[in-house]
């Protein structure tokens, strides 16, 4: 399996590359050169077996030449066996056709430790395989740091920098990235905010002398081989539900596109998917451009589903590329525009294209708050705002197949919000009850290049 550029200019590689290589030199993001498809009778295959197993059957074909088969279970067992749920991404029924597919269950209580926790086994086996060393460095808001720090501690051939903006993040947040003893997780209060931090994250990528010198690699969302760990429980989601002998539709809360783009990938190799249905909260770029066909920015309100709280979505360029029919030359001309001139229109075919896969919706700060309130007293589960922005768009979509939406958050990450709407403050889960009880390390840097590059360079492991 060969991957190769949305925009065209940059050369082709091979998964491990992919993985390790992240933003690809044209500026563009790496797609599969071909999607591998399944067989009905290989996806009905799937229905009820172990989540690890439905991952290594739909990941097989994307690593195939880069990890044997033993080395991939054995990779895809550790990466799960830290999720506290034996079905690793359980369902629960929320209404008579409509599912909710729990993504939380895992170390950090975001569906972002499904593609971290993997990566951090692949990129440890590749890195072990080769000897050489890699210093991850990553910007957070909140979620994505965490995620990064569960997955990268401890691991021998990996240090791993996260920065984020000193006093804004939650406080649950920022002891996920503070608790962990191991001596490769380094845990960075900047003083700024987050702009700022992915402003200093990009200028130590851009000083290629500085990105050689310590091996730097990235986890943004943008990496391939994390949209691909997600495409996995598409599969275990629908196979429950009675595909491939039944069509699924699902509804995904989304920013920067990422995880309702695995869903795309999944129905592109095979499984039945009907609507993918995106929901955003009042930052509304995604629901705009696939109402109007056009791509415009604005700007960034806080709202209670901070994780989805963008104005660039990033993963989208990579579905404009199959709309344009995979023209990477159209693709680099409309996100220069968008880019220099805060837009662009997409083309009649392309958005034809887009509407016949994905259908969208969005949820103001009142309704999510609605929603929980609301699921609680009709379901007895309490959802996290993000996945009630889900919940709310959703139940607008609502036809003949079984919906599907997804849970990307535990509520007890998010407390204050489902205490405001519900007056119930969710607890952490036991296994980390303990966690304000755990000591914190952090080191507190100004917002300043030259300052964090030393830092790096004198805490990394040699
Ligand atoms: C990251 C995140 C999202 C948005 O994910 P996308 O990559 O934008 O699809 C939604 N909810 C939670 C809780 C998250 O952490």
């Known amino acids: ?46 229905a009820g077996l172990p989540y690890e197993e439905v991952a290594v059957r739909v990941l097989t074909p994307f690593v195939a030449g880069d990890f044997s088969d033993a080395d991939l279970r054995r990779l895809v067992a550790a990466a799960y066996a830290g999720f506290d749920h034996p079905a690793r991404a359980p369902l629960k029924q929320l209404g008579p056709n409509h599912f909710l597919l729990e993504l939380f269950h895992g170390p950090t209580l975001a569906f972002k430790d499904f593609a971290m926790q993997l990566i951090g086994q692949l990129m440890q086996a590749a890195l072990a395989a080769s000897g050489e060393r890699i210093t991850i460095v990553g910007a957070t808001s909140g979620d994505t740091g965490s995620a990064a720090i569960e997955a990268f501690r401890g691991l021998p051939n990996v240090d791993v920098f996260i920065l984020f903006p ?10 996920q990235m503070t608790t962990p003893a191991e001596d490769n997780v380094h845990a960075v209060a900047v003083d700024g905010d987050f702009d700022e931090c992915q402003a200093r994250l990009k200028d130590m990528f851009n000083d290629h002398v500085f990105r050689d010198e310590v091996g730097l690699a990235g986890v943004n969302s943008i990496n391939l081989a994390r949209v691909l760990a997600q495409v996995v429980y598409y599969f275990t989601a629908a196979t429950a539900l009675g595909a491939p002998h039944r069509t699924v539709d699902c509804t995904v809360p989304t920013g920067n596109f990422g995880d309702i783009f695995a869903g795309y990938v999944a129905k592109a190799m095979g499984l039945p998917v009907g609507r993918l249905v995106v929901a955003t909260n009042q930052n509304d770029i995604l629901h705009r451009t696939l109402a109007t066909g056009e791509q415009r920015k604005g700007r960034v309100e806080p709202s209670i589903s901070p994780s989805m709280d963008i104005q660039v979505s990033s993963n989208f360029e990579r579905v404009l590329f199959d709309a344009y029919g995979r023209d990477g030359a159209t693709i680099a001309a409309q996100m220069k525009a968008l880019s220099d001139e805060g837009g662009f229109a997409v083309g009649q075919g392309a958005w034809e294209f887009l509407k016949e896969h994905f259908d969208s919706g969005r949820a103001s700060e009142d309704e999510t708050r609605a929603t929980i309130a609301r699921t609680l007293a009709a379901t007895g589960e309490l959802l996290c705002p993000h996945s009630a922005v889900g919940v709310h768009v959703a139940e607008a979509h609502l036809g003949d197949a079984p919906m599907v939406t997804l849970a990307t958050a535990h509520p007890a990450k998010f407390p204050d919000a489902v205490e405001q709407a519900t007056g119930i403050r969710p607890p952490l889960p036991t296994r980390m009850a303990d966690l304000y009880d755990r000591p914190e390390r952090m080191t507190r840097s100004a917002n300043d290049l030259a300052a964090l590059q030393t830092l790096v360079r004198e805490k990394r492991r040699a």
């Open 166 to 175: 000193h006093g804004r993040v939650s406080e649950v947040q920022r002891r």
């Open 1 to 46: 399996m060969r991957y190769i550029s949305t925009r065209g200019q940059a050369p082709s590689l091979g998964f491990t590359e992919t993985m390790m290589t992240g933003l690809a030199r044209d500026g563009g993001l790496y797609v599969p050169d071909a999607i591998p498809t399944m067989t009905a009778d290989e996806i009905a295959a799937l």
